[in-house]
């Protein structure tokens, strides 16, 4: 159940990233992009904004999930045998990859709507 918990999240993360766009503004690359249709822009749209702090908290969001999966981890190998330690680690991990798929579908769900509104 777990390993397909895991195989679950890592699907979800993977097609949830899609294609990003490479930022080539510091490199004089950025006419060059716009002229192929890579349409760089540094506006400063409210939709723009919101982007930016989604992204902010899915990058923070990966970091507590990071912590928590390496605190989890290593509680279960330092059990030594302890079946109650180990249950611990054990529900924190799962407690972490839960919360990870929550924000993962959230974010698809925002995205969703967010390119919906915006046609």
């Known amino acids: 159940m777990f390993r397909k918990l895991v195989y679950f999240t890592i699907t979800i993360l ?5 294609v990003t ?8 690359l950025s006419e060059t992009a716009g002229s192929k249709g890579a349409g760089y822009t540094t506006s400063d749209t409210v939709y723009s904004l919101i982007g930016k702090v989604v992204s902010a908290t899915l990058a923070a969001v990966a970091i ?6 390496f605190y989890a981890g290593l ?15 054990k529900e924190t991990l799962e407690a972490a990859v839960l919360g990870l798929i929550i924000i ?3 974010y698809a769900l925002t995205r969703f709507i967010f ?3 915006t046609g």
């Open 64 to 69: 507590i999930f990071f912590v928590m999966a």
């Open 21 to 28: 766009p490479v930022v080539a503004q510091d490199y004089g």
């Open 14 to 18: 993977i097609y949830s990233a899609g």
């Open 104 to 106: 993962v579908i959230s």
């Open 115 to 117: 390119g919906q509104l």
């Open 75 to 89: 509680r279960w190998m330092t059990a030594r045998g302890n079946e109650e330690m180990a249950t611990k680690a």
